[in-house]
C-alpha cells in the first residue's frame, strides 16, 4: 500500500461504482464493512435523483480520498477512520440520536409518569423538538467529554463554560422584568443545539472494545496489515508498447502548470499520475506512507482515546461513561538497555 494505484479515470457512472468497491476492498476489514455499505446505499438511494452531476463529482471526490488513503495518506486515512467509528459524518449523526433518544417506559408506572411530564412541560407553550431529546443523559456524557480533556477532536472542543450556559439564561430584560417564555427557550435551545454541536457520541460496547483491543496490540488477527495489492490488469497492446504515446494536444491546449499538476509530487497519491518529464525518473509522493502493524496501532490509539461507550448504571442512577485511554503506553525497554541501567546503578551505590 506505499505505492499510489495508476488506473484510468472513470468513464461511466458503473465504473466509478466499482472503482470505488475496489477501493474500500482494500481497507482494513473492522472499516471495510461500513464503507461498502455506504458505497452501495447512496448509488441506490440517488440513482434516479435530478442532482445527478453533483452527486457523481463527489463519488469522484471520494474515489480520490479512498485511493490516497490506501495508497499511503496517513492523514486521510485518518479521516476516513473518524467516519468509521462516528466521529464524523452520517455514522455520527446516527449515533447522536441514540444518544439523544429517550429511554422507553418499561411499565405503566414509567408510562404514566412521562405522560404527566409531558402534558406539564408543553401545557403552556407550544412543543418543539427539544422535547425530544433526552436532555439529562446528554447532560451526562458532554459532562464526562469536558472531564476526559480530550486536546486534538474532530468536532469543536466542548468546554465547560459550553455547558454552563444552560445556567445562564437571562431572568430579566433590561427593563427588570422577567422575560418573555419565547425568548427563554429559544435562549436554551441554543445552549443545548450548541452541546450536541461539539460531542463525541458514544459508540456501542462490543465495537469500543474491538476498537480498544486493535489500539493496544492484543487483537487476535493482524494479517491485513501486511496485504498487497492487486496489479492494474493490461491489455495486450499496453503490454507491447510498454510506454503510452505522449498527448501533445494537451500542452497545445494548455498551460504546463495545468497539465503537470497531477503528476506533482504533492497530488501523485490522489491523481495516481506518472511524472515522466523529471530526468532521473518518476519521483516518489510526498508523505506517502507503508502501513505497518506499529503505524496501524498508533492511528487507531488516537481514534480510540476520541471513542467512549455509555451504561446506566446497576440502581438506574446516572450513567458511567468510560473513554479510551488519553496516555501513550511507553514501548518497552530492551534488555540489553536494562541490564546496562542495572549496572550504572550499582556502580553509582556501592553497598
Known amino acids: 500500500m506505499s505505492q499510489p494505484l495508476r488506473l484510468p479515470p472513470p468513464q461511466t457512472t458503473l465504473h466509478l461504482y466499482r472503482h470505488l468497491l475496489r477501493e474500500s476492498s482494500y481497507l482494513p476489514p473492522f472499516a471495510r464493512e461500513f464503507v461498502d455499505r455506504r458505497i452501495k446505499k447512496r448509488f441506490r438511494r440517488y440513482q434516479d435523483n435530478g442532482e445527478y452531476p453533483r452527486r457523481v463529482q463527489q463519488a469522484k471526490h471520494d474515489l480520490r480520498l479512498l485511493r490516497a488513503a490506501n495508497a499511503g495518506d496517513l492523514g486521510r486515512m485518518r479521516r476516513v477512520l473518524y467516519h468509521v467509528f462516528g466521529r464524523l459524518g452520517r455514522r455520527r449523526r446516527e449515533l447522536l440520536d441514540d444518544l439523544l433518544r429517550g429511554e422507553v417506559p418499561t411499565d405503566a408506572t414509567e408510562l404514566q409518569k412521562y405522560a404527566q411530564d409531558a402534558i406539564a412541560a408543553t401545557s403552556s407553550r407550544k412543543p418543539d423538538w427539544l422535547d425530544n431529546w433526552d436532555s439529562s443523559k446528554l447532560l451526562a456524557f458532554a459532562r464526562s467529554q469536558v472531564k476526559a480533556e480530550l486536546m486534538i477532536s474532530p468536532r469543536p472542543i466542548l ?143 488516537d481514534i480510540w482515546r476520541l471513542s467512549s461507550y455509555m451504561e446506566k448504571r446497576p440502581d438506574n442512577k446516572g450513567w458511567n461513561v468510560v473513554w479510551g485511554d488519553s496516555r501513550r503506553t511507553p514501548p518497552p525497554v530492551a534488555s540489553p538497555v536494562i541490564v546496562q541501567l542495572e549496572k550504572l546503578y550499582a556502580r553509582r551505590n556501592p553497598k
Do not use: F
Open 159 to 301: 468546554k465547560q463554560k459550553t455547558i454552563a450556559a444552560l445556567d445562564r439564561l437571562p431572568t430579566e430584560n433590561i427593563w427588570g422584568r422577567p422575560p418573555a417564555p419565547s425568548l427563554t427557550r429559544t435562549r436554551l435551545r441554543k445552549a443545548w443545539r450548541q452541546i450536541a454541536h461539539c460531542v463525541l457520541p458514544p459508540l456501542p460496547k462490543q465495537q469500543w472494545e474491538m476498537l480498544r483491543d486493535l489500539a493496544r496490540g492484543t487483537a487476535p488477527d493482524y494479517s491485513w496489515v501486511d496485504r498487497g495489492r492487486r496489479s492494474v490488469a493490461k491489455t495486450r497492446s499496453e503490454e507491447a508498447e510498454g510506454i503510452q504515446a505522449w498527448s501533445w494536444e494537451q500542452y497545445a491546449k494548455k498551460p504546463v502548470r495545468v497539465v503537470d499538476r497531477p503528476a506533482s509530487r504533492r497530488n501523485k497519491l490522489l491523481s495516481g499520475a506518472i511524472d515522466d518529464n523529471t530526468p532521473t525518473g518518476d519521483p516518489p509522493p510526498l508523505d506517502c506512507h507503508t502501513y505497518t502493524r506499529r503505524s496501524w496501532i498508533r492511528l487507531l490509539a
